[in-house]
């Protein structure tokens, strides 16, 4: 069986997807592709063979081609489409946010749970890294005893002037929330949001850094640090301690430089000096990181490679891939319990 996906944005994560769907996983090909700029999306479709053009997202989503939608549009359109691809009883991949607003959030969770099963998955593909993976696991096997205190960390080179702070929680922070109420199994009960003094590196409307801190129902506290114009990278001290700078050309002890240098955004950081830290990473995640998120079609179980049991859709979700051989129901923060639908 082929699945026909129609991927709505082609921007940097589009053809990301793009690419993932026609060149990593077996059984989906892309049928339809569009985008507010549809020159850029024509350029698109013209390397995929078979491919459609549409007009705008509703054609897509409405036409026969299509089985299954990936939208990864502008965060403010999600939950039109949303709510369309719900109408024709299509599968929907959603990028994060699944939209701007918490009304416009609950109006798709309503949506989903009047047509009486689940049609959508929202893109929060650290549940599927092994290394966030091996830490649920430890966590979840009591080996450090209950969590008290979790750090999350978003690192950024740098982002568009256009950026704004409530973008930054909305399509930054967001995963940190996800991944704190996943590995913790807890929600979220009280919000702290702190402005620490301004980069100048941020543009005018932007406060970067930010610090979040979350008080979950188990009592666990979560800091999450954002900064999203770090230039290159960050200092570590021998004694464990981080420190971000707001000018990428200062001393290393107050800055995001190293050693001395005074690297450009977009250079490659030498190789520190013994006790000086490690080198940050911003290379693009392999495709290989996340193949349980979006992948080709394999047992419902999602652990067995020799399982005959009847297969998942290349999304596979979430809460498809928590449930094992004997149907056991392992859903965590966020996902509709299996039984008859309600709001979660």
């Not at 005893?145 to 909305?170: I, K, Q």
């Not at 297969?311 to 149907?327: F, I, K, L, M, V």
Request: hydrophobic letters at 35%.
């Amino acid at each position: 069986m082929t699945v026909n996906v129609g991927v709505i944005g082609v921007g940097m994560i589009g053809q990301d997807h793009i690419r993932r769907l026609t060149q990593v996983l077996s059984g989906a090909r892309v049928s339809g592709v569009t985008d507010v700029d549809l020159a850029r999306a024509q350029t698109v479709v013209d390397k995929i063979p078979g491919a459609q053009l549409y007009e705008t997202g509703q054609d897509l989503i409405n036409s026969d081609d299509v089985d299954a939608i990936v939208i990864a549009s502008w965060g403010g359109t999600h939950e039109e489409y949303v709510l369309a691809g719900i109408a024709a009883g299509k599968q929907v991949f959603c990028e994060k946010p699944l939209a701007t607003t918490k009304e416009a959030c609950e109006r798709i969770l309503d949506a989903e749970v009047a047509a009486g099963r689940r049609l959508v998955m929202v893109g929060f593909m650290r549940r599927y890294d092994d290394g966030y993976r091996a830490m649920k696991e430890t966590l979840d096997r009591g080996d450090i005893g209950a969590p008290l205190v979790f750090h999350s960390a978003h690192r950024n080179p740098a982002v568009p002037d256009s950026v704004t702070t409530e973008g930054v929680v909305v399509d930054t922070c967001v995963h940190d929330i996800d991944t704190s109420r996943w590995l913790l199994s807890s929600e979220v009960v009280a919000v702290q949001l702190l402005n620490p003094r301004r980069s100048s590196l941020a543009a005018s409307q932007l406060q970067d850094p930010l610090i979040l801190v979350l008080e979950m129902a188990n009592g666990a506290l979560v800091d999450i640090e954002a900064a999203v114009n770090i230039a290159y990278g960050r200092v570590s001290t021998p004694g464990g301690c981080r420190r971000i700078g707001g000018n990428a050309s200062s001393a290393p002890t107050t800055s995001n430089s190293r050693n001395g240098s005074t690297p450009s955004r977009t250079a490659t950081p030498p190789a520190p000096a013994p006790g000086t830290g490690t080198p940050p990473r911003w290379s693009p995640t392999p495709a290989s990181r996340h193949p349980g998120q979006v992948r080709a079609p394999r047992c419902r179980c999602g652990s067995n490679p020799s399982c005959t049991g009847p297969t998942t859709p290349p999304w596979s979700t979430a809460r498809s891939e928590q449930r094992n051989h004997d149907g056991e129901n392992r859903a965590g923060p966020g996902d509709v319990p299996r039984g008859p639908l309600g709001r979660r």
